[in-house]
């Protein structure tokens, strides 16, 4: 009987729970895991339990009640994970780890942050939870980098070694925005009057749109309507506002040139990989905008990036998927 640990994807909104199977495996060929492995997936409402203890049981006494209690969790979490003591930066739960292990009677607990998992869940993606976005190939055994916006802006990288992939956690969602054109500099112009700093996160997020239309309504010498994100992307593929759709137009440009940093940075010729709730939402819009040319367009280094692949993330579960390719690759299950 296959033995399985809990894995969750905890957001400021849905504490996402699964049991993953442990595997043997040899990490020179890689882990065979896939979102089919996953069993028992469930979302609860995190606002209806007081603590993440009591989302922990309520999970396991419902949904993975028919399966044997499991004895070890990896856990991802949208926010810091290098301390015992965890606190949410969207959400009331605010626990010490050692106390939870302790609690669910756990051998192994650990958290990870999202993105951890994220770029955890990329060696396990295939074709239907990725959709290529212009030319390159990946190079096996490469770096892979995994970014994207949300609410956010995260960033995260896999190096590679004997002993199977390497995290590389980052913030560099928070690295300075760039600009690359005189409508550009006008729209940091702008921001700068309203933020200390700006950083990409700025830019290329939910409300990275809502800061770019603003810039360009005040660019243009028009007031600004009270539009948040979906609004505007909406106005955008419908045609229906010029500045929204150059607004959409411009956060696809500004993302491929901050990715083709990334590429560059981090030495991706693994690929780099765009996950986030909001690029999937318009995938066809952005798979013929200028996120492809810009992303390639780096000037003495061009040759670098055009060769390197980029893909959307579209699969259901990364968070999980990566959780889990966490939970086995630390429980350091290798057969010889």
Known sequence: ????????????????FALAPIKHFDPLAGLPLTEQDLVAVAALNGAEYETIADAVLAYLAGPAADYERPHHSVMAIACPTDQDQITMTNHTWSFKV??????????????????????????QL?????????????????PMAVTGPGTGLGLAGLAFGEAGPVTLQTEGGHA???????????????LLNKYERVSIERLVSGMGIENIYQALCHLRGVAAESLKAPDISTRALDKADPLCEETLARFCAILGSYAGD?????????GVYIS???????LPYFQNSQ??????????????????????????????????????????????
């Open 1 to 16: 009987m296959a033995e399985y640990g809990l894995v969750a994807d905890i957001g400021g909104t849905n504490a996402r």
């Open 98 to 123: 050692s106390e939870l292990k302790a609690t669910l009677g756990f051998e192994t607990l650990v958290f990870v942050n999202d993105y951890n998992a994220l770029a955890n869940s990329i060696p």
């Open 126 to 142: 295939d074709s239907d939870g990725l959709v290529k976005v212009g030319r390159g190939d990946a190079v096996p055994g490469l």
């Open 176 to 190: 300075h925005f760039a600009p690359t054109d005189e409508v550009e500099i006008g729209i940091l112009q702008f």
């Open 262 to 270: 990334v590429a560059l940075t981090l030495g991706a010729k693994g």
């Open 276 to 282: 986030g709730g909001i690029v999937p939402r318009f």
């Open 291 to 336: 996120f492809r040319s810009r992303f390639e367009a780096k000037g003495r280094l061009s040759s670098f990036n055009q060769p390197i692949p980029t893909y959307v993330v579209v699969a259901r579960q990364p968070g999980l998927l990566g959780s889990a390719a966490v939970l086995n690759h630390r429980l350091n299950t290798v057969t010889a």
